[in-house]
T-cell receptor, first 113, second 111 residues
Framework: DADVTQTPRNRITKTGKRIMLECSQT?????MYWYRQDPGLGLRLIYY???????NKGEISDGYSVSRQAQAKFSLSLESAIPNQTALYFC????????????FGPGTRLTVL | TQLLEQSPQFLSIQEGENLTVYCNSS?????LQWYRQEPGEGPVLLVT?????EVKKLKRLTFQFGDARKDSSLHITAAQPGDTGLYLC???????????FGSGTQLTVLP
């Protein structure tokens, strides 16, 4: 079984709809991240969390919100989706100690029409 | 915002050729990582370099961290079709050691 899972894997929605992307991990890591990937732009950080009560904005947080319901779960919400939020979304985890290695989920392809 | 410039953006070569991908910044990083991403999957770590001037080898892949810890390169010797994929560099910085990603190099190795 995968250590970092994301649901759904693909989603097509319409402008103005509320969307939630979910991430779960079995690695026991305390730090979790949400990234967005667009062609030619690499991965950009949306939000990150170091613990259940800790939420931090990343480079491109506008239009997004997150919830860290438990150490193993980190969800990303788009309150009112717009077409330029069409992208690949990745969740990642890492431990607070040791190396800077992040472990990524398989991604969610979101299309906003 | 720290920036990592990665080049080239696209690279298409024949099997057996050598290639180098570059990752440059004006900022200093505490570590530099290289990831590889396949279609439909998330990035997977290839290597982490930490010390300025450090060179690491992973079979036919050689990774180097610049002396000033601002740049890095990935060299592939005798590329094979199985090397095809998106290669991403990422620099860690700040007290939280957040990762800043380069824009990626899409490598295609033709048989």
């Amino acid at each position: 079984d995968a250590d970092v899972t994301q649901t759904p894997r693909n989603r097509i929605t319409k402008t103005g709809k509320r969307i939630m992307l979910e991430c779960s991990q079995t690695k026991g890591h305390d730090r979790m991240y949400w990234y967005r990937q667009d062609p030619g732009l690499g991965l950009r950080l949306i939000y990150y969390s170091f613990d259940v009560k800790d939420i931090n904005k990343g480079e491109i947080s506008d239009g997004y919100s997150v919830s860290r319901q438990a150490q193993a779960k980190f969800s990303l919400s788009l309150e009112s989706a717009i077409p330029n939020q069409t992208a690949l979304y990745f969740c990642a985890t890492r431990t607070s100690g040791g190396t800077d290695t992040q472990y990524f989920g398989p991604g969610t392809r979101l299309t906003v029409l | 915002t720290q920036l990592l410039e990665q080049s080239p953006q696209f690279l298409s070569i024949q099997e057996g050729e050598n290639l180098t991908v570059y990752c440059n910044s004006s900022s200093v990083f505490s570590s530099l990582q290289w990831y590889r991403q396949e279609p439909g999957e998330g990035p997977v770590l290839l290597v982490t370099v930490v010390t300025g001037g450090e060179v690491k080898k992973l079979k036919r892949l050689t990774f180097q961290f610049g002396d000033a810890r601002k740049d890095s390169s990935l060299h592939i010797t005798a590329a094979q079709p199985g090397d095809t994929g998106l290669y991403l560099c990422a620099g860690a910085s700040g007290s939280a050691r957040q990762l800043t990603f380069g824009s990626g190099t899409q490598l295609t190795v033709l048989p």
